[in-house]
T-cell receptor, first 113, second 110 residues
């Protein structure tokens, strides 16, 4: 069974540029998460989807970050404009339900210069 | 104060040693607890859930103390392949939200 797929794996952009990350969860998983992980720290939740509905986006900086999961499957996370402090690994995870084991994708390592 | 706190380490131990990691959490309404393992530049993966009665999986033993809001992970007979970061994870009752600790880095040396 295929795991969580993310692309791109690496992205280098200049500050003030836009960037988008894509995630394809495990087939049949209704819950999808986007996390941010800084070096030496644990993942921090940005947003959680139940099917196509964002049920927890309290940690998402809405002035520059946006996310969508239009058909309840794939999801996209966007940053516009990117800032130097956005450099981090962006992890996508999915689970059957919100209390079930989360499976993580390999992440997208973003470097903002 | 962070919701989930761990000693960042690193813990440097020789092969065969026994090592223990501790984790404290601040939300008394937390309902479920886990240890995840994260290898360098890889994604986190579930190592084991933590049950109130304590549970063991091979060389790994997890314990939960709800009164003290404290979770532990014991690794016996450490292997080189155990070298990784171990993340303490807490599921809150409200909103089914997972909160990760900062992780404890383990390095097992020959």
């Amino acid at each position: 069974e295929a795991g969580v797929v993310q692309s791109p794996r690496y992205k280098i952009i200049e500050k003030k540029q836009p960037v988008a990350f894509w995630c394809n969860p495990i087939s049949g998983h209704n819950t999808l998460y986007w996390y941010l992980q800084n070096l030496g720290q644990g993942p921090e939740l940005l947003i959680r989807y139940e099917n196509e509905e964002a049920v927890d986006d309290s940690q998402l900086p809405k002035d520059r970050f946006s996310a969508e999961r239009l058909k309840g499957v794939d999801s996209t996370l966007k940053i516009q404009p990117a800032e130097l402090g956005d450099s981090a690994v962006y992890l996508c995870a999915s689970s059957s339900g919100s209390a079930d084991e989360q499976y993580f994708g390999p992440g997208t390592r973003l470097t903002v210069t | 104060r962070k919701e989930v706190e761990q000693d960042p380490g690193p813990f440097n131990v020789p092969e065969g040693a026994t090592v223990a990691f501790n984790c404290t959490y601040s939300n008394s309404a937390s309902q479920s607890f886990f240890w995840y393992r994260q290898d360098c530049r890889k994604e986190p993966k579930l190592l084991m859930s933590v049950y109130s009665s304590g549970n063991e999986d091979g060389r790994f033993t997890a314990q939960l103390n709800r009164a003290s809001q404290y979770i532990s992970l014991l690794i016996r007979d450490s292997k080189l392949s155990d070298s990784a970061t171990y993340l303490c994870v807490v599921l809150s009752r409200a909103g089914n939200m997972l909160t990760f600790g900062g992780g404890t880095r383990l390095m097992v040396k020959p």
